[in-house]
């Protein structure tokens, strides 16, 4: 594998897809004596984190103290069928000829 530490890239490409240095960067980071925490994208440092963060969250209020809308709340649609097979009433189930479509049907007879 070939690494450059002035681009921070190694052809294995994990430096690259991660923005952390791959074992192949750490083995040359260690031979100059480096810490390969210095090699790392900036956005995987304590300091963006903490960026990221220090903006304070508001919390906001329960669910029961939701204010009520004067709308009607939808509802799921009817089903007019259950899933599953068809079956008549007496709980026979209808025979493949009943299921066909009408075309399926001209075309058979
Ligand atoms: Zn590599």
């Known amino acids: 594998m070939d690494v450059d530490l002035g681009k921070s890239i190694c052809t ?3 430096w690259q897809i991660t923005g952390m240095p791959c074992v ?4 040359t980071i260690s031979k100059i004596n480096r810490n390969p925490e ?15 963060y ?5 919390p906001i209020p ?3 103290l939701w204010e ?3 709308q009607n709340r ?6 007019k069928r259950k899933p599953g097979p068809i079956t008549q009433k007496d709980g026979k ?3 493949k000829s009943h299921l066909m479509s009408r075309s399926q049907k001209l075309k058979s007879s």
């Open 12 to 14: 294995c490409r994990f």
């Open 24 to 27: 192949h960067a750490c083995a």
């Open 38 to 52: 210095d090699f790392c994208h900036h956005w995987l440092t304590m300091e963006a984190y903490r960026d990221t």
């Open 54 to 58: 220090k903006h304070s969250l508001n």
């Open 62 to 64: 329960g669910q029961d």
């Open 68 to 70: 009520r809308s004067e």
């Open 74 to 79: 939808s509802h799921a649609p009817k089903m």
């Open 93 to 95: 189930m209808l025979m």
